[in-house]
């Protein structure tokens, strides 16, 4: 606030110097005319110099016939020719000359002689009005200071208005909200047989699968007024200012009754209580103890209905997830096959598309991506058609932006050295045909040593089709390809380089989930050794405490480097056993950088 009103100051100070500047040099032109004495004029007169004189009240107005003007003061009481006379003037020069009488009005009078006194009068007004005035919004702003910061989309405003039409896919989501939308639109029915819908629904899921979408969704259906307004936007440094911005928040709520409140994120304010350092009397705290007070207040008849989204459900306070509050839990999966190909649909809708794109194969090759990904990824398609000057959008520009989205942009700046990119092929190389020779692995659509993003190459490999539940085959098929590139490296260079440290520690991260997670191994047995939180500092583990004993912990560590060595020796007998294949792939890399799926079939079929 006091930048803001210094940075006014010195505005208001710029343009007090510049109009007293102006007025100087507009005062000083009034005033660089010579002035003559009576005397002088009669002389000039009676020797021809003088054309015309202009009278001004008192003041002589002379113009001389060499383009030059003068001014000389006349006797007030006497005309001009009685004064004239009385210096001794030819009358017969004086009719030679011509004569005006200019009558002052009261603009000039205003110029002349009020407003030089009047103008420094103004402006220190001016001034004294303009810090009055700060002194006034600064007041009003510390009224102002608990009001909701919420965000309102009216159902009279087309352009933000969402409805479920524009939200593809989450079937099931749509099902569970509808129900929320015929109680906004005619509650009547509802209430005449004794039913309360829920107060709230808490919209559960990935990042990018569309809450917020969703929650515009329902209000745009049943037409009815969206505070939209993020869970940070209530926390301020002062203490108490959250919670009376959720009080104000819920009034105006009641107020435009029927309505919908959002807040997104939720888990910034509603943590567990008494996690962590404040005690349970700081702002965060506070704001959601106020949050649940509002939500214990609302009676069906109000007709507000609360909307809120996260993705972090298992670190909410219970007391917010208890019947009466978000008791109407809506989850949201990452789109499948299906899903993604309608939601492509709609993100392409106003975007020019070439004949020979086929949305079905782009869903196909997308498998994990969220909504907000796949608008992502056709954003990135235009971009890259506009930069090649296309007038469509063509099938290789989304097919390159799948690998920009997943992978980062192409980094051509940098270089591989010879033996850098030998060594990047034959390692892409051993994943790819690891993957290719196990049963229950994904098939590669891509192999690469064009660098992108942090990775020096990478091979691509993606499900035919879209996976709830993974199998112990699946798994352990998967270590193995992701120990290829590490045996690759060791069986023809005899050598192990950076390269593989992020594979290692991909397997490593899986095969402990085996063990601990998964209860896939036969000496740990179904068991899920996890380790338990203590202590939480600022949302994140500070220490932790094991459930399980020191023997326990050491059989882990001997069963996750089993299952290691395990996908070691498997990776190692494909890459023996096929070795002409993976020099040919190797070379083929070399020399092209890239291989795309029907090339890479092509090669790895059984001479």
Do not use: C
Not at 272 to 292: F, P, S, V
Not at 370 to 379: E, I, P
């Amino acid at each position: 606030m006091m930048k803001n009103f210094s940075k006014k100051f010195l505005w208001a100070f710029v343009i007090l110097m510049l109009l007293s500047a102006a007025y100087s040099l507009v005062a000083g032109q009034f005033q660089s005319k010579k002035e003559i004495s009576l005397s002088e004029l009669v002389k000039k007169v009676n020797t021809g110099e003088v054309s015309e004189i202009t009278i001004s009240n008192s003041t002589l107005e002379i113009k001389l016939k060499d383009g030059s003007e003068v001014t000389a003061q006349k006797e007030v009481e006497a005309s001009l020719t009685q004064t004239l006379d009385n210096y001794g003037i030819d009358q017969g020069k004086l009719k030679d000359v011509n004569v005006h009488v200019k009558s002052n009005g009261t603009l000039a009078f205003l110029l002349g002689v009020v407003l030089p006194i009047l103008m420094p009068v103004i402006l220190i007004g001016f001034f004294i009005w303009f810090m009055a005035r700060q002194v006034q919004r600064g007041s009003m702003q510390a009224f102002t200071f608990g009001q909701s910061r919420a965000r309102l989309i009216t159902p009279e405003s087309q352009k933000d208005r969402v409805t479920f039409k524009d939200v593809a896919g989450v079937k099931e989501a749509k099902e569970e909200l509808k129900e929320i939308v015929d109680f906004l639109k005619s509650p009547k029915k509802f209430l005449d047989i004794g039913a309360k819908i829920p107060k709230g629904v808490l919209l559960m899921g990935p990042p990018g699968s569309g809450k917020t979408l969703l929650a515009k969704a329902v209000a745009g259906e049943a037409g009815v007024p969206f505070f939209h307004m993020s869970a940070s936007e209530f926390i301020e440094m002062f203490v108490g200012v959250g919670a009376s911005r959720t009080r104000d928040l819920f009034r105006l709520a009641k107020k435009a009754a029927p309505s919908i409140i959002f807040i997104d994120e939720l888990d910034a304010i509603g943590r567990i209580r008494g996690a962590g350092l404040g005690g349970g009397h700081d702002e965060r705290e506070q704001t959601l103890n106020q949050i649940l007070v509002e939500m214990d207040g609302m009676e069906t008849d109000d007709r507000v209905i609360m909307i809120a989204a996260t993705n972090r459900p298992d670190v909410l306070d219970p007391a917010l997830l208890r019947p009466g509050r978000f008791d109407r839990r809506v989850m949201l999966d990452l789109p499948d096959k299906q899903d993604r190909e309608a939601i492509l649909k709609i993100h392409t809708k106003n975007k020019p598309l070439a004949e020979d794109v086929a949305l079905k194969v782009i869903a196909e090759r997308t498998p994990g991506f969220s909504g907000a990904d796949l608008a992502n990824l056709v954003n990135e398609g235009a971009i890259l058609a506009a930069r090649q000057n296309q007038k469509t959008v063509a099938q290789m520009d989304l097919i390159s932006s799948i690998e920009k989205v997943m992978l980062g942009p192409e980094r051509k700046s940098r270089l591989l050295t010879v033996a850098e990119k030998k060594i990047s092929a034959y390692h892409e190389a051993g994943h790819a045909l690891v993957a290719a020779s196990l049963v229950h692995a994904d098939p590669v659509h891509k192999i690469s040593i064009v660098s992108r993003g942090r990775a020096a190459g990478y091979t691509l490999k993606l499900p035919i089709e879209d996976k709830h539940l993974y199998s112990r085959s699946y798994f352990l098929d998967e270590l193995a390809v992701s120990l290829g590139g590490y045996v690759a490296e060791i069986l023809v260079f005899n050598e192990i380089t950076t390269g593989a440290s992020d594979d290692l520690r991909k397997a490593t991260d899986l095969a402990h989930n085996l063990v601990t997670r998964f209860g896939m191994s036969e000496k740990i047995g179904p068991m899920v050794l996890s380790e338990k939180e203590e202590m939480v500092f600022l949302g994140r583990e500070l220490t932790t405490e094991k459930n399980f004993s020191e023997e326990t912990a050491r059989m882990i560590d001997h069963e996750v480097k089993s299952f290691l060595d395990s996908a070691r020796v498997r990776a190692e007998e494909v890459l023996i056993r096929r070795r002409a294949k993976l020099e040919e792939i190797a070379a083929v890399l070399i020399e092209k950088e890239t291989i795309e799926r029907e090339e890479f079939d092509r090669l790895v079929k059984e001479s």
